[in-house]
């Protein structure tokens, strides 16, 4: 799982601040796709770390952790990944994504 977290960051262009908003909503939507994509093909070695590090982002951005404030954390996703999903799919997401990061 450190590989994942260590390659996410690395892959940062040269003198970013992984704490800038833009950034972490940049490496939010990669690894949420890379965690949609592993479960799509059914790579459960990587679905974890993956879903684990798009929850860290989702921390970063709102500013709180998941026990703190879940809606708060359900808005940035939310805002993140575009009208196309409503309220209750976003909820059911977020939760899924705890899940798979072993977190709940």
Not at 15 to 39: P, V
Request: aromatic share 6%; with cysteine; charged share 30%.
């Amino acid at each position: 799982m450190a590989d994942v977290i260590v390659c996410c960051v690395a892959s940062l262009p040269s003198g970013c601040d992984i704490d800038d908003e833009m950034n972490s909503e940049a490496l939010f939507r990669k690894n949420y796709e890379l965690y949609e994509a592993a479960k799509r093909r059914g790579e459960t070695e990587e679905v974890g770390p993956f879903a684990l590090v798009s929850l860290l982002q989702i921390h970063l951005i709102s500013g709180v952790s998941a026990p703190k404030d879940r809606e708060a954390n359900v808005r940035v996703m939310q805002s993140h990944l575009g009208p196309m999903f409503s309220e209750t799919n976003v909820r059911e997401m977020y939760d899924r994504l705890r899940k798979d990061a072993g977190i709940e």
